[in-house]
């Protein structure tokens, strides 16, 4: 079955940079579009950045030209590069994996466990 394994996150001070990874198995990465997501308690999960399976990318506007989404299919593996930091991104962050929905919406079908990222000021 598909599985979603986030790594990378971390505590960081404002201004700094982090690089999360998402590992998939169980499917075809190339063939599923991904996303990743962020969620911080008592708040709706935000849709963060999206890339499609030609390497079409879509963001969120408080990340714009400050995060980078990739995607390595021969590793299949999901990043989302991260930098300058500010402490409204402190949050729980999720990878999503679709057969066919694409963006910033929460309808992927499947995702990952999480991983932390905390920003300090």
């Known amino acids: 079955q598909v599985q979603l394994v986030e790594s990378g996150g971390d505590s960081v001070q404002s201004g700094g940079s982090l690089k999360l990874s998402c590992t998939a198995s169980?499917?075809?990465?190339?063939?599923?579009?991904m996303g990743w997501f962020r969620q911080t308690p008592g708040k709706e999960r935000e849709g963060v950045a999206a890339i499609d399976t030609d390497g079409g990318t879509t963001y969120a506007d408080s990340v714009k030209g400050r995060f980078t989404i990739s995607r390595d299919n021969a590793k299949n593996t999901l990043y989302l590069q991260m930098n300058s930091l500010k402490p409204e991104d402190t949050a729980m962050y999720y990878c999503a994996a679709d057969w066919d929905d694409y963006g910033l919406d929460d309808e992927y079908n499947h995702w990952g466990q999480g991983t932390q990222v905390t920003v300090s000021s």
């Open positions: 169980g499917y075809t990465f190339s063939h599923y579009n």
